[in-house]
């Protein structure tokens, strides 16, 4: 690597990346802040209308986009997305996997959540990530890229009554290491494990005046996160600022996985 200033190894300008789930919560926190930090950026989900100010946001900071709908858990449609990404913007540099659901009837003891649950969450959660990922390959080899996974506190500890997600989200994080040592020295595989964050998939949490209480007690910081104190990390692993880290998972949690 040539020496160059270590903020210069945050610069993305002239990268192209897509972020899954990146119509809203810390998808789109993600997709603004790669754009912040000069890429082009495709955020993609199943609702256009989520995605609409997002490709707004992206332009408006002077990078490229575009418009894409897709659902991770459908194999097809996550093809069409990389070929549709790769003629309007280029190879794809940078895959951000971060398209995650936790359904309220994928919660509770085995007994009670039933096969379509377990299904659709692993699905979506791990085998969307899967799918990105290979689909992503040759753009991704070809750049010389990289790939991050957003997998959860749930990917490091069990948690109680969240089978089908904890189990994804382990799942995810044993991916990142596969898939990093497979495509070292090309393609860069990193993770990052959020605790409690402030979005709509929390929001049975942080309305809940009792709840939040006890998970802010919980959580050395003291607080929900933010999705921008979950985007910053990614930006860095994504840029060359990471450049020799790759196979790990950074928790991103205030401290929640410390105790
Ligand atoms: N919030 C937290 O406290 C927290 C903590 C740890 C980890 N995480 C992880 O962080 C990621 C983002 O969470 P969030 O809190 O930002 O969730 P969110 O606000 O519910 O947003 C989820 C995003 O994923 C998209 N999505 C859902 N199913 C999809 C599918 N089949 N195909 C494509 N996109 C899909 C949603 O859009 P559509 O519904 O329009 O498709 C939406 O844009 C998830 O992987 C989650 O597990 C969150």
Known sequence: MTEHAVDERFDLTGRTAVVTGGGRGIGRAIALGLADAG????????????????????????GESALLTCDVADADDVDALFEAVE??????????????????????????????????????NLGG????????????????GCVVNVASVGGLVGLPRQHPYVAS???????TKSMAIDWAPDVRVNCVAPGYVATDLTEDLTENEELRASIEERTPLDRFAEPEEVAAPVVFLASDAAAYVTGTTLAVDGGWTAR
């Open 39 to 62: 890429a082009d950026v495709v955020p993609t989900a199943r609702t256009e209308s989520d995605l609409e100010p997002v490709v707004a946001g992206v332009e408006e900071r002077g």
């Open 129 to 144: 990530a899967f799918a990105c990922a290979r689909a992503a390959a040759p753009n991704l080899e070809e750049t010389g």
């Open 87 to 124: 003629a309007e913007l280029g190879p794809v540099d940078v895959l951000v996997n971060n398209a995650g659901i936790n359904p309220a009837n994928a919660l509770g003891t085995p007994d009670r959540v039933d096969q379509d649950a377990w299904d659709l969450v692993t699905d979506v």
């Open 169 to 175: 989200k382990h799942g995810l994080v044993g991916l």
